[in-house]
């Protein structure tokens, strides 16, 4: 027998966060089927502090939500502290090396000047594609810069956005003249 997953939308500090639970006959002995690192790692640059990247980072979050983010050294030290207050588990020596990595790899980019007119035509396709599932607030906290934004939109593409390619660059353009990293 399989477990059931049910999953319900909650509002924590303005985020909207899905809760899942399991149920069903032995659904506390049960265990998910591993997944293969394989597809999550490709996406990580191979360079000095892949290792502990992968090895640290991957077992919670696919690349795919470390790639879109595009942080300074300060937003990345913030961030790595925020996961061990949540339980990851560093040594003193793997710290500035996962430091160092995820700021050279996804740290904040320059971003080019916006085109007015594609800034009001992307806000209509954030009204019209993205206002369905989010809330202004969860944009807002994102600050990424025009290439995280492009990676995200790809992202929500995936997942079902109704945004076609004619539509992302002006979208993109839109996001981060509102709410692109300072």
């Known amino acids: 027998m399989t477990a059931g997953v049910t999953a319900r939308v909650r509002r924590l500090a303005g985020v909207s ?4 639970s399991v149920a069903g006959a032995g659904a506390l002995g049960a265990q998910a089927p591993a997944q293969a690192p394989v597809a999550q790692v490709a996406s990580l640059p191979q360079s000095p502090g892949a290792d502990v ?4 980072c991957i077992g919670c979050h696919q690349a795919d939500l470390i790639v879109s983010q595009r942080l300074s050294p300060t937003g990345w030290d913030r961030e790595v502290a925020k996961m061990e207050r949540w339980g ?3 040594s003193p020596e793997e710290r500035p090396v996962l430091v160092g990595y995820l700021t050279r790899e996804f740290g904040v ?3 080019a000047s916006h085109d007015v007119t594609a800034v009001a035509a992307g806000e209509a396709v954030f009204k019209e594609a993205c206002r ?3 809330d202004d607030d969860l944009s807002e906290q994102q600050r990424l810069t025009a290439a995280g934004w492009g990676r995200e939109v790809d992202k929500m593409v995936r997942w079902g956005a109704k945004v076609t ?3 992302k660059g ?3 353009a839109f996001l981060t003249s509102r709410w692109g990293h300072p």
């Open 17 to 20: 966060v899905i809760v899942a």
């Open 53 to 56: 990247a992968t090895a640290k």
């Open 88 to 90: 990851a588990k560093l």
């Open 109 to 111: 980019r320059p971003t």
């Open 132 to 134: 369905v599932c989010h």
């Open 165 to 167: 390619a004619d539509e």
């Open 170 to 172: 002006p979208l993109v």
